[in-house]
Nanobody
Framework: QVQLVESGGGLVQAGGSLRLSCAASGRTISTVTMGWFRQAPGKEREFVAA??????FYADSVEGRFTISRDNAKNTVYLQMDSLKPEDTAVYYC?????????????????WGQGTQVTVSS
């Protein structure tokens, strides 16, 4: 079992930055694919970024603005979000996938955090 707790969300103006953190407990995340997803009101949950053994993958909508990273010593994953836009407003979720490999499919992630709200004002 993996327990995930996100933090770092909040309200920011367009063009600003936020850094989300996801602290994991229960097992080490060094051999686990970690992902970030988001869900805006009235929309489906969508893939944002993933980190698989140090390799990183991004949704086209955030490529070049967001950076996913991990600190295995702290068992924590981060999402640095720069140049934020109002359309980035959503609840952001951290997820872990125990099977080998990475995917954009949220259904293939086994463990989820409770989510943290990010609101970008125009």
């Amino acid at each position: 079992q993996v327990q995930l707790v996100e933090s770092g969300g909040g309200l920011v103006q367009a063009g600003g930055s936020l850094r989300l953190s996801c602290a994991a407990s229960g097992r080490t995340i060094s051999t686990v694919t970690m992902g970030w997803f988001r869900q805006a009101p009235g929309k489906e949950r969508e893939f944002v970024a993933a980190n698989f053994y140090g390799a990183t993958f991004y949704a086209d909508s955030v490529e070049g603005r967001f950076t996913i990273s991990r600190d295995n010593a702290k068992n924590t994953v981060y999402l640095q979000m720069d140049s934020l836009k109002p359309e980035d407003t959503a609840v952001y979720y951290c997820a872990a996938r125990s099977d080998f490999g990475w995917t954009r499919d949220s259904g293939r992630y086994n463990y989820w955090g409770q989510g943290t709200q990010v609101t970008v004002s125009s």
